[in-house]
């Protein structure tokens, strides 16, 4: 994680002023561990004034409609982790699909886990977004993070530090530019998960794995083709909605059809 502050506001700065008073102590003193060890955290332990369990420390207060995200790259968080059962049923019946064919998108998307060690959302950035939506401005100078192609992702540990080094060219494209949590959606579709910028809709996967599911009922719910394609189990039609138009060059029809098989004879968990 960076040890430096990005310029402007942050969940320190000003916005986090104005509900300091009614939300947490500031004390001076060491970090507890759900918070990062960094400059700027030492100086200061947060504590919130009436803690439960999971409490998410980024996922509290009043925001605007565009909130400073820039707290991923400096705090360790403590989200709500798992579904239930009643979860995905409620989900499944939202859009009129099965169980398995939901934990069938959640395994092939992101197996194992909806966060990171930090706990932060599970991202994968996506250069050949960010060049898109920067207008290919950063691309001599930064060809691993803004690129005409796709790809070079490198290890899944690395993927913060490249949408952090991206951020700090432009933050809401870099946002924009990597898929986020247990279902992989990516950060540009936040109008279609029922989010009105996409800094809310970062902000509200790091508070819990519902909210996770949430953005993916919403999302599905959005595309009709895409609905209709997971309620029939047409899994190439719903790959290619949902992954892209290359989705064969990973094989998610095919995974997503043994992922749903698997489920269906309750030989896995998501």
Not at 42 to 61: R, Y
Not at 224 to 252: H, I, P, T, V
Not at 255 to 264: E, V, W
């Amino acid at each position: 994680m960076a040890n430096f502050r990005i310029p402007g506001p942050t969940l320190w700065g000003a916005q986090f002023s104005q509900n300091a008073g009614s939300l947490f102590n500031l004390r001076a003193g060491f970090p507890g561990q759900d918070v990062c060890s960094t400059p700027l955290t030492t100086a200061f332990h947060l504590l919130p004034v009436q803690q439960s369990p999971g409490m998410c420390l980024a996922g509290m207060g009043q925001f605007n409609a565009a909130p400073d995200v820039s707290f991923l790259f400096r705090m360790c968080l403590n989200p709500r982790v798992g579904l239930t059962d009643q979860d995905f049923a409620d989900a499944a019946a939202g859009l009129g699909v099965e169980v398995a064919a939901i934990k069938a998108v959640a395994e092939v998307e992101a197996p194992g886990k909806a966060f990171d060690e930090s706990g932060r959302p599970r991202i994968l950035y996506e250069r050949h977004y960010f060049h898109r939506l920067t207008q290919g401005r950063y691309d001599k100078q930064h060809p691993d993070i803004s690129n005409t192609l796709g790809g070079g992702y490198g290890k899944f540990s690395a993927q913060y530090g490249k949408l952090e080094k991206a951020y700090l060219l432009d933050a809401e494209a870099a946002l924009k530019s990597a898929s986020w949590g247990r279902f992989q959606i990516m950060g540009e579709n936040h109008p279609a998960a029922g989010y009105t910028s996409v800094q809310a809709f970062v902000l509200a996967l790091t508070r819990s794995e519902a909210a996770h599911l949430q953005a993916f009922t919403r999302f599905v719910m959005a595309n009709n083709s895409m609905n209709e394609a997971l309620r029939k189990k047409e899994w190439a039609a719903f790959a290619k909605a949902y992954n892209g138009k290359n989705y064969q060059q990973n094989d998610y029809d095919t995974k997503l059809k043994s992922a749903y098989d698997k489920f269906t004879r309750g030989s896995a968990k998501p």
